[in-house]
Structures are given as structure tokens and as C-alpha cells.
């Protein structure tokens, strides 16, 4: 027992010193690793998000006819030859168009004044507006939820008319239904001339970002309004879209060599790179996160060395009293339990203050998130005791009479 205590003492400065900094490295990665984590889940979240519009098999691209020499009267003809052109391809099932992209980080907003609405006077009553071709619905399959939607029947010759999203209906008229037929009018004041007709309601659907909120969005046939600078297009493939853009190339060169083609990228492409703040960051969390693991797992592993080589006498004798290598190996894995538990029992409070000044830049998830925490955990003991099973063996095989004779 002499013999047991003298090792205890002779080793116990160094190695506690060692051990302080392993729960610290611990400690550490527990924090890194949550973060990483919380990163992780937002940007899967993103991915998967329900957008209100189907993204695959979907092909994108600009076209602004001014820059090919197009006069404002020439625009309109020419959008209707692009959409009969494209949507004649092998291949396509429709093409729309609206002079507002989706998922671009941008729009055209104005405000409104509806019939039979009192608003108040710090009232926000802008709206998000768009101009788009009667299959721009059906091609990026936005729900209808009451009423009709556009048609070419809806030109210059004919009533003003709109479809609405959802939120906008709800919020001035309480439901779908009941915002059918109602008139509105664009500016504010006494003056406003209200003769524009809610015909339709479809479902609310992203419009500026993957992230942001959905906005009251009114939707206006093109062929009322005059021709916008540029439209994007959106086409409708059954094959994949990679196939389909070289048709879409060769056919708006036969029409017009001189357009071209600005974004020309699929949807899904479209939202990935909306997206590429989200996925820095969750690279970057995720690079350092994983060194700090590595870090701790080797210092883990150089502590346990350490340890287990000053207590080779101590181990020899334990083994000499009658213990078992089992036992030896469940005590130099006990060893890595105390170290984890301290680091994580220490950190965890400060991971989840410091996780709680992330929460603007997470998505669909809390800072705390109890899933998140249980993973890391779990992964850090996987990776200590992963770390630990060289020495805890070396350890375990030690010779009683070979330890004896250690100095």
C-alpha cells in the first residue's frame, strides 16, 4: 500500500496539471462542436425547406431585350415568341415568366389602398408586386386556393385584374375566399383610383429568400402593363434539366443572336447559391470544431499514455494483489469518463449562453437544442474512449513481475 501511495504522490502534480487542460480541450470542443451543429441543422434545414414552389426540373434565366436593341414596343411580341418558342422544345411541359426572380434577394414593392380597409396611421401598406405570364403559376406549381388564375385574356382590352397569395388575402380580408372580388388600388391617399379586381388567391410561396418571411405579394398579368426591362423565365422539364438548356440555347439563338441570357442556372442551383453565406459558415464551424476534437482526442490520448506509464508500478502490484485486467482496464477507462464529464458538466452552461447570441442566424431551430447537445456529447465520449482503448490495453497487458522491476 506504501508502494501504491508513493507512486500517486510522486506522479500527482503534472499529471493533474495535465489532466486540468484535457477537460479544458474537452470543454472547448464541446462548445465548438455544438455550435458546429446548430450550423449544420439550420442549413439542412434551408435545403429542405417547403418553398411553396417545386425547384427540380426547373430551369431559369433572364432576358433583358434593351440591351439588344429592343424598342418598349418590340418587348411585348418578342416574350411571346420566347414562351412559344421554348415551351415547343422536346421535353418541356411549360414556361412562365415574371419581371421579379425568385429567390434573388430582390423585388418591387408599393403601397395600396383597399376598398372597404381602414388602415391605421403607422400602418405599413406595401405590398410586393409582380409582373407574370399566365403560365407562370402552373410551370413553378404554386397552389391555387380560390378563384381563377391569369389568363391571355387578361391584356390591355380588358379589366385590371390580379391573383393575390395567401397572406395577403388573410391579412386584409381574413380568408382566400372572401378576398375574391374585391377591389384595390395602388398608392394611398384620397385620390387613389381603385379599379384593380382580386380574381384569384394562390399560395403563399418564397419569394426573396429561402430564409426571409413571405411578403403580401400581388400578382399582375404582364400583357396589362407595359413591358418590363427584363423578365426571367422559368422552364418545365420531364428531362433532366442539364439536358434541356442546351435546346433552350440553340432555340434563343435562332431567334435572336443578339439576346442574351443572364442566370441561366436551375432553380435548385439558383437556391444553393442563395445559400452560400449558410454553408461558409457551416464549413467553417464544422473545420473548427473538428480540429479542437482532434486536439482534445490527442491530448486525451497523451495524458492516458503518460499516466498509464508513471502507474506501471502501481498497476503491476494491484495486479500481483489479485486484480484482473479488466479491472485495470475499467479503471483507465474511468479515468476518461471523469475527464469527459468535468469538461462537459464545466462548459456546458457557458456553451449555452454564448449558443444563445447565435439564434438570429439560426433557422428552424432553438440555440439550445436538446438533439444537437446529445449528439455532441455522445460523439465526444465516442472519441475518448476511441482515444483511450490504446493505453487502457497496454495497460491491461502489463506483466505483474515486468512492473515490479519498472523503474
Request: aromatic share 8%; glycine share 8%; no cysteine.
Amino acid at each position: 500500500m506504501s508502494t501504491l501511495k508513493q507512486q500517486v504522490v510522486t506522479a500527482g502534480g503534472p499529471l493533474r496539471f495535465r489532466r486540468l487542460s484535457v477537460a479544458v480541450q474537452i470543454g472547448l470542443s464541446l462548445l465548438l462542436l455544438v455550435g458546429a451543429g446548430l450550423f449544420v441543422r439550420t442549413l439542412n434545414n434551408l435545403k429542405t425547406l417547403d418553398l411553396g414552389f417545386t425547384p427540380d426540373h426547373l430551369i431559369t434565366f433572364t432576358v433583358n431585350p434593351h440591351l439588344a436593341g429592343y424598342s418598349m414596343g418590340q418587348i411585348p411580341p418578342l416574350y411571346q415568341k420566347i414562351l412559344e418558342r421554348v415551351e415547343g422544345l422536346p421535353g418541356v411541359r411549360s414556361v412562365g415568366a415574371t419581371n421579379s426572380a425568385e429567390i434573388s434577394d430582390s423585388g418591387n414593392t408599393s403601397n395600396i389602398t383597399v376598398a372597404g380597409y381602414k388602415s391605421k396611421p403607422d400602418e405599413d401598406m406595401n405590398v410586393q408586386q409582380s409582373l407574370v405570364t399566365p403560365d407562370y403559376f402552373s410551370t413553378l406549381n404554386v397552389q391555387l386556393l380560390a378563384g381563377r388564375l391569369l389568363t391571355e385574356s387578361d391584356n390591355a382590352q380588358t379589366a385590371k385584374v390580379v391573383v393575390v397569395n395567401e397572406r395577403f388575402a388573410e391579412y386584409f380580408f381574413g380568408s382566400a375566399q372572401q378576398a375574391l372580388g374585391h377591389y384595390f388600388g395602388w398608392g394611398g391617399g384620397n385620390d387613389t383610383k381603385i379599379d384593380i379586381q382580386i380574381v384569384g388567391v394562390v399560395k403563399d410561396a418564397k419569394h426573396r429568400t429561402v430564409r426571409g418571411d413571405v411578403d403580401r405579394t400581388v400578382f399582375k398579368p404582364y400583357l396589362q402593363n407595359a413591358g418590363p426591362d427584363a423578365m426571367t423565365f422559368y422552364v418545365r422539364t420531364a428531362q433532366p434539366p442539364q439536358n434541356a438548356q442546351s435546346n433552350i440555347r440553340a432555340a434563343m439563338q435562332a431567334l435572336d443572336s443578339k439576346l442574351v441570357l443572364d442566370s441561366f442556372v436551375t432553380m435548385e442551383e439558383q437556391i444553393d447559391n442563395s445559400l452560400s453565406v449558410e454553408r461558409m459558415i457551416a464549413l467553417l464551424a464544422t473545420s473548427f470544431a473538428g480540429l479542437a476534437l482532434f486536439m482534445a482526442a490527442v491530448g486525451l490520448y497523451g495524458v492516458l499514455a503518460y499516466s498509464t506509464a508513471q502507474r506501471t508500478r502501481e498497476i503491476g502490484v494491484r495486479m500481483a494483489l489479485g486484480a484482473s485486467r479488466m479491472l485495470v482496464l475499467r479503471m483507465i477507462l474511468m479515468e476518461v469518463v471523469w475527464l469527459v464529464g468535468v469538461g462537459i458538466i464545466v462548459f456546458l452552461p457557458l456553451t449555452l449562453l454564448l449558443t444563445s447570441t447565435l439564434r438570429s442566424q439560426l433557422y428552424g431551430i432553438s440555440s439550445s437544442d436538446p438533439w444537437t447537445i446529445f449528439s455532441v456529447t455522445l460523439l465526444l465520449a465516442s472519441v475518448a474512449i476511441f482515444s483511450a482503448l490504446i493505453p487502457a490495453r497496454r495497460a491491461a497487458k502489463v506483466e505483474p513481475m515486468v512492473a515490479l522491476r519498472y523503474e
